[in-house]
């Protein structure tokens, strides 16, 4: 039977919901699972992540909200300790980079933003999409070694915690971080982060300019969403990078998108097309986005928002 390692997230304390989904996937690969999870507030979420029926929670906390190196050494002896096949951790900014450095310096193999497994065990098969999620690729590992794997966000059905209790170890007391975060600075009141959002509503050119994105915020905070945006307009510098969503920015996957005055370039979609539902706001009725879309509304966005933004409010009402 397989030992799994899942690497969970936290932020001040508080467990990623992501934790149901790495358990999801442990679940299908089968074996005993153990979690980890990594600086400040690691202790308190490691209370949160024994909920789930582990055998044991690492808690690594050397000071660092996040240090490649140290996490990754940390890790790195904690596998080896444990005799662990598997490690999976999701598909984030943390993930990515964890995870590869792990797999450099394990020798380990390496399949990143899986969207599904298929069997169990060491003969797991895993799929992910390819060419702007043209082509999906289905992979398996070579050989016994480790295998390591990193799960696109809101792909698999997150396991709801148990209740249960796991002992856990509290390591990285003695961590060197050879680059340690010197400041953390917040976003904007009311923001989102787009990898934790159930509705991101995103602008493209459609906007007209900087000024034209207080349409997009606007509606956004009336209904509760997240923010996005193009990378055309990330690179007209009317938005910040941290709001891209695409090929070069953050791949999502929420339960609705609605893209405003986007055309649907295919390095935007390769972001956002598994989205469980997809509208889309444009006066081009031949906007390649409406190919992929769910629902389609050609008309002008600064007009549609408002309106639909008070069909919402009435229907909530």
């Known amino acids: 039977m397989a030992k799994i390692l899942i690497i969970a997230e936290q932020f001040k304390g508080q467990l990623r919901a992501s934790a149901g989904e790495l358990m999801a996937a442990a679940q299908q690969i089968g074996g005993d699972v153990d979690g980890a999870v990594f600086g400040p507030g690691a202790a308190d979420a490691a209370g949160q992540l024994a909920g789930y029926g582990l ?142 959002a159930d509705i991101i509503v995103s602008g493209g050119r459609g906007i007209g300019g900087a000024e034209g994105y207080e349409a997009i915020r606007n509606f956004a905070n009336e209904i509760g969403a997240a923010m996005g945006a193009s990378r055309a307009i990330v690179d007209a510098g009317w938005i910040d990078h941290s709001y891209q969503v695409g090929q070069t920015g953050k791949v999502v996957n929420p339960q609705l998108y609605i893209a405003a005055g986007i055309s649907g370039a295919i390095q935007h979609l390769a972001g ?46």
């Open 55 to 196: 055998g044991k929670v690492l808690a690594v906390d050397c000071g660092c909200e996040y240090s490649g190196d140290g996490f990754a050494a940390a890790v790195s002896d904690a596998v080896s300790a444990g005799g662990y096949e598997f490690v999976i951790l999701m598909q984030t900014s943390f993930g990515r980079d964890l995870g590869a450095r792990l797999a450099a310096r394990l020798d380990a193999g390496w399949i990143n933003d899986v969207i599904a497994l298929e069997g169990s065990g060491s003969d797991v098969v895993a799929s992910k999409p390819l060419y702007a999620g043209k082509v999906i690729s289905k992979l398996k590992f070579n050989g016994s070694g480790l295998k390591v794997l990193s799960l696109r966000p809101r792909n698999f059905e997150a396991v709801q915690a148990s209740g249960a209790s796991a002992a856990v170890e509290q390591l990285g007391s003695g961590m060197q971080c050879k680059a340690r975060c010197t400041t953390l600075e917040a976003k904007e009141a009311g923001f989102i982060d787009l990898k934790d």
């Open 272 to 317: 956002m097309q598994t989205s469980k539902v997809i509208v889309a706001i444009n006066n081009n009725e031949s906007a390649p986005i409406f190919k992929v879309a769910d629902y389609g509304i050609v008309g002008d966005l600064f007009e549609v928002l408002p309106e639909l933004g008070r069909q919402i409010k009435a229907a909530r009402q």
